[in-house]
């Protein structure tokens, strides 16, 4: 019985030996390469929460800047709305409302006769926008703009969309509008009746689409 008791106990004392070993030689091998892991895992950690923080400030900050500039527009207070547009579109662009902000000084650059710095802003909130329907104001506005200036084709590519979420009678009406200085009457009907389709029935654009329509008059075979 002793005999068998002594034995037991080596084997035993072997196999701790043996483990620790081999807990030695793979902390040799691997043991820097864990520390390396952890380390880097609570980098990740801290910078993913520092860059959270971060981002939520500069919400927050734009958010206040942006409610100024909307304060100063109603006051027609020009000069201003520009230097907190121009702020937002320099130093936020990674927020909602730089985009926003440029939808507003390409208007104010529209009253204003310019163009050629509207449709500049009006690309720049349609490459930048984070909310589709900022993005498809800007596209709808910008077309319109190609459009007054003759490049039909410029502006038939931009609405060329699949994707219209919610903005089905806005690009069907311009796509008529189109249609029709391209002298295309019949497709211009189509376009304006799907147009008419898209709206709800209550609603009272629907008799401007249907005073477009009148306005190609008679279909041919009718």
Do not use: C
């Not at 084997?11 to 030695?24: G, H, I, N, R, T």
């Not at 802003?121 to 490459?127: N, S, T």
């Amino acid at each position: 019985m002793n005999f068998e008791k002594k034995w037991v106990n080596k084997l035993s004392a072997y196999s701790e030996q043996e483990d620790l070993e081999k807990l030695k030689s793979w902390w040799k091998n691997y043991g820097t390469a864990l520390i390396m892991g952890i380390l880097l895992g609570l980098a990740v950690l801290v910078g993913n929460k520092y860059w959270q923080k971060y981002k939520e400030e500069l919400r927050v900050t734009a958010s206040a800047i942006y409610d100024q500039l909307i304060y100063d527009l109603r006051r027609k207070k020009h000069d201003a709305v520009r230097d907190r547009g121009d702020r937002l579109i320099e130093d936020f662009a990674s927020t909602p409302y730089a985009a926003k902000a440029a939808l507003i000084l390409a208007r104010l650059s529209f009253d204003a006769g310019d163009n050629d710095t509207a449709v500049r802003r009006l690309q720049w909130a349609m490459e930048h926008a984070s909310d589709s329907a900022v993005e498809h104001t800007a596209r709808l506005r910008l077309a319109r703009l190609l459009m007054d200036k003759g490049m039909t084709k410029e502006a038939f590519s931009l609405i060329d969309v699949k994707d219209q979420s919610g903005f089905e009678a806005e690009y069907q009406e311009l796509r008529g509008d189109l249609l029709v200085l391209e002298g295309r009457k019949d497709e211009a009907r189509a376009a304006y009746r799907a147009a008419i389709d898209a709206l709800s029935v209550g609603s009272p654009y629907r008799r401007i689409l249907i005073m477009k329509l009148d306005d190609l008059g008679p279909e041919k075979n009718k």
